[in-house]
């Protein structure tokens, strides 16, 4: 069993900063891309930003500029440092991962629970 744990959302005014964190603790053999998502209500879950196991990474062209996505293999740990933050950035965060477990024949895909972050206007 694998399971991804976030934490660092809260209240924030705009423009300020946010770090999120993701830990993936488990019966974890390798981990490739890593991923932040984000789902504002009524809207649907969106991609915010990957990381792949090369360490290649893309951004939702809204928070290009102002998100940064970082990995720590060594600790299994993946962040979201966001600055300037928007109102429009208000929404629940989700961390996402490919992960191989031992004995696995491949990689699944496994999701955090969600954090909530909300920036006050």
């Known amino acids: 069993q694998v399971q991804l744990v976030e934490s660092g959302g809260g209240l924030v005014q705009a423009g300020g900063s946010l770090r999120l964190s993701c830990v993936a603790s488990?019966?974890?053999?390798?981990?490739?891309?890593m991923g932040w998502y984000r789902q504002a209500p009524g809207k649907q879950r969106e991609l915010v930003a990957l990381?792949?196991?090369?360490?290649?990474?893309n951004y939702a062209d809204s928070v290009k500029g102002r998100f940064t996505i970082s990995r720590d293999n060594a600790k299994n740990t993946w962040y979201l440092q966001m600055n300037s933050l928007k109102s429009e950035d208000t929404a629940v965060y989700y961390c996402?991962?490919?992960?191989?477990?031992?004995?696995?024949?491949?990689?699944?895909?496994?999701w955090g629970q969600g954090t909530q972050v909300t920036v006050s206007s």
């Open positions: 996402n991962a490919e992960i191989s477990s031992w004995g696995a024949s491949g990689p699944t895909n496994y």
């Open positions: 990381v792949t196991s090369a360490g290649s990474t």
């Open positions: 488990g019966s974890i053999f390798s981990l490739y891309a």
